[in-house]
């Protein structure tokens, strides 16, 4: 069973940088091209914050999508040691208050067919 | 960017009910348009792809129809475990765009 688990601080200060990590179980990260990472504002819809594309086979280490409304701020990676992949989202500010979410895409990242519980990201001092 | 409407906002519907879901999309997007489900703390589930292909496992009683702007998810025969909020996203322009969900609740 394929299971994806975001983890990371719950509370951030103004101004400081968002670090979020996904660890998949149940299969490998290499398998599986498209990574992405979404979030829902309290009381909002679902927003797209981008993904990270990987592909072993050709020793690629990803390119990157990123939606142009988070204005440079984001940086996705992948640690395929440890099975995971990781969001930056940096000068956050109360509007990135958020519960975010990990999946997985499928092969052409186009919807996602794996994806985490969520885990609510506070930004506050 | 492609903005997409759902409507109802929400609706009430008795067990063994149907239920018709709609997403509208701001300009057309083919049948490049996906359903998830979403249960409380859960993580959401992919119900459609490609506007009415079934994704792995998702019971006959969802079905998907449409094209270009207006998309149609029709839940049949509503079952408790339905009650959810059911978002669309298109994949047609990036960003990749939801819709603010419908929240499904059985009497």
């Known amino acids: 069973q394929v299971q994806l688990q975001e983890s990371g601080p719950g509370l951030v200060k103004p101004s400081d940088t968002l670090s979020l990590t996904c660890t998949v179980s149940?299969?490998?990260?290499?398998?599986?091209?498209?990574w992405a990472w979404i979030r829902q504002s309290p009381g909002k819809g679902l927003e797209w914050i981008g993904y990270?594309?990987?592909?072993?086979?050709?020793?690629?280490?990803?390119?990157?999508y990123y939606n142009p409304s988070l204005k440079g701020r984001v940086t996705m990676s992948v640690d395929t040691s440890k099975n995971q992949f990781s969001l930056r989202l940096s000068s956050v500010t109360a509007v990135d208050t958020a519960v975010y979410y990990c999946?997985?895409?499928?092969?052409?990242?186009?919807?996602?067919?794996?994806w985490g519980q969520g885990t609510l990201v506070t930004v506050s001092s | 960017e492609i903005v997409l409407t759902q409507s109802p906002a929400s609706l009430s519907v008795s067990p063994g009910e149907g239920a018709t879901l709609s997403c509208g999309a701001s300009?057309?997007?083919?049948?490049?348009l996906a359903w998830y489900q979403k249960k409380g703390g859960q993580a959401p589930r992919l119900l459609i792809y490609?506007?009415?292909t079934r994704a792995t496992g998702i019971p006959a009683r969802f079905s998907g129809s449409g094209s270009e702007t207006e998309f149609t998810l029709t839940i049949s025969s509503l079952q408790s475990e339905d009650s959810a909020v059911y978002y669309c996203?298109?994949?047609?322009?990036?960003?990749?765009?939801f819709g603010q969900g419908t929240k499904v609740q059985i009497k």
């Open positions: 490609g506007a009415f």
């Open positions: 149940g299969y490998s990260i290499s398998s599986n091209n498209w």
């Open positions: 996203q298109q994949y047609h322009n990036w960003p990749w765009t």
């Open positions: 300009q057309g997007i083919s049948t490049n």
């Open positions: 990270i594309y990987y592909d072993e086979s050709v020793n690629y280490d990803g390119s990157t």
């Open positions: 999946a997985g895409f499928d092969s052409r990242g186009y919807y996602g067919i794996y």
